[in-house]
């Protein structure tokens, strides 16, 4: 995590407030996009980019412009190569993005708008290390009618490779702009959030964090969630230093781990692993490695990663968590199993089926022993360990496995309930495995 270093960097921020086209209603609040973000990069103590390493482009008309200010900044970029554009967007009738500039019309957008294509290579080709690309358009209603998935389309042509996107959610309308605000609306809240900062964030704020606050902010108020795809650790290179920064105590775990929670709820994995990531280093500098929030957040972020297609880094991080755990609550402790569950079942999941099938039977003598052979949990780890046993190539074992986890599900459930009668079925799966 650092800033961007503004000797090294460039930035190029165009936008569009008024239209020929008739069709493209005036955007007054970009001008102000454009020069408060401006103030806020070359500002002292965030990127401290010098004057002539930002260029502002507004209302500009061609996109011969655009081209020759983009060719010119990037040439000279070692370290952070910036582009942002406010303004209206649209998609032709092949689905591909155009941005829209003054003299743009719609109904002849190959000649007349700046194509997102040539946006695409000259971050790409750029040398700098760092590349960022901050998108605040949406595509014209009219320019849809007919194209189908039209967010997929849009966001599909955002993954630049080696670039960090920020991308305001594309709607079938123009770009949010409130009547009467100072800023469009995803742009106000990316500038507030570096201006004002964080109480729960760092000393920095990264792209990460500015994602994060947008698509909260933003979805609370029942706007759409902004977008992000990015590569590497670019999510960690910070714009701005955190004005509202103070070291975090025990108290404000909750409601970061909350936040972190509701993206993941949302669908948001990545953007909750990311979060996570971050308040587990800081519990683990404020609070100690050993204090409940520090490994409670270890908790959430092993499942995040689960959940987010990282099986391993799961496996890993709960193995950790079941050691720390078994050093502080005992190797009985309920919380301690549960870890070692998870550890296991990850385990499985990435691809491991015999050291999986190996850690649940381990588990369930371990569980039954401290919580009861009956005890649901514990009947939970030799399904488990049937599971992964059959799965590791060896059906017979499993059969037999399930045939025995039938008997005690029945006998403490009854023949009827359901989970005697999946074991059952499972028993029968396996055996009849044995000789496909």
Wanted: net charge negative; with cysteine; hydrophobic share 40%.
């Amino acid at each position: 995590m650092r800033l961007a270093s503004g000797s090294n960097s460039q930035a190029v921020l165009i936008g569009c407030s008024d239209y020929d086209d008739a069709a493209l209603p005036p955007l007054p609040a970009v001008r102000n996009n454009l020069e408060d973000l401006r103030d806020l990069l070359t500002g002292p103590g965030n990127c401290a980019l010098p004057s002539e390493r930002c260029t502002l482009l507004h209302d500009v008309r061609e996109p011969q412009r655009v081209g020759e200010a983009l060719s010119r900044a990037a040439s000279g970029v070692e370290d952070m190569f910036l582009v942002y554009f406010a303004g209206h967007g649209a998609l032709d009738d092949r689905g591909l993005l155009h941005l829209l500039l003054t003299g743009s019309d719609t109904k002849l957008l190959g000649w007349s708008s700046l194509r997102f294509d040539l946006i695409r290579q000259a971050l790409a080709y750029a040398p700098a290390r760092n590349r960022v690309l901050l998108l605040d358009c949406c595509f014209s209603g009219r320019a849809i009618d007919t194209m189908g998935d039209a967010a997929s389309l849009y966001f599909g042509q955002l993954e630049i490779a080696g670039t960090y996107v920020l991308a305001s959610a594309p709607a079938n309308t123009p770009a949010r702009a409130p009547l009467g605000e100072r800023h469009t609306l995803f742009t106000g809240e990316l500038i507030n959030f570096l201006r004002e900062g964080s109480a729960a964030e760092p000393e920095l704020l990264t792209l990460g964090a500015a994602y994060r606050h947008t698509a909260r902010t933003l979805a609370a108020k029942g706007e759409p969630r902004p977008q992000r795809c990015g590569t590497g650790t670019s999510d960690q290179l910070a714009l701005a230093a955190n004005a509202a920064f103070r070291p975090m105590a025990s108290d404000d775990v909750p409601e970061r781990l909350r936040g972190a929670l509701e993206l993941a709820e949302s669908g948001d994995l990545a953007g909750a692993v990311d979060a996570l990531r971050v308040l587990t280093l800081q519990c683990v500098q404020v609070l100690g490695a050993r204090h409940d929030f520090t490994l409670l957040a270890h908790q959430a972020l092993a499942h995040a990663e689960g959940e987010s297609g990282r099986a391993s880094d799961a496996a890993t991080r709960y193995t950790l968590l079941a050691d720390q755990l078994a050093a502080e609550r005992g190797p009985k402790h309920p919380d301690t199993l549960q870890a070692r569950h998870e550890q296991a079942r990850w385990t499985g999941i990435g691809g491991d089926a015999a050291s999986a099938a190996h850690l649940f039977a381990e588990l369930a003598v371990d569980a039954s022993g401290a919580l009861g052979p009956v005890d649901v949990r514990s009947l939970s780890c030799r399904w488990q360990h049937a599971h992964w046993t059959g799965m590791s190539g060896h059906p017979d074992r499993a059969a037999a496995a399930f045939a025995e986890l039938a008997e005690s599900y029945g006998s403490t459930l009854g023949e009827r309930h359901d989970d005697t009668r999946a074991a059952r079925r499972n028993h029968a799966y396996w055996h009849n495995a044995k000789d496909p």
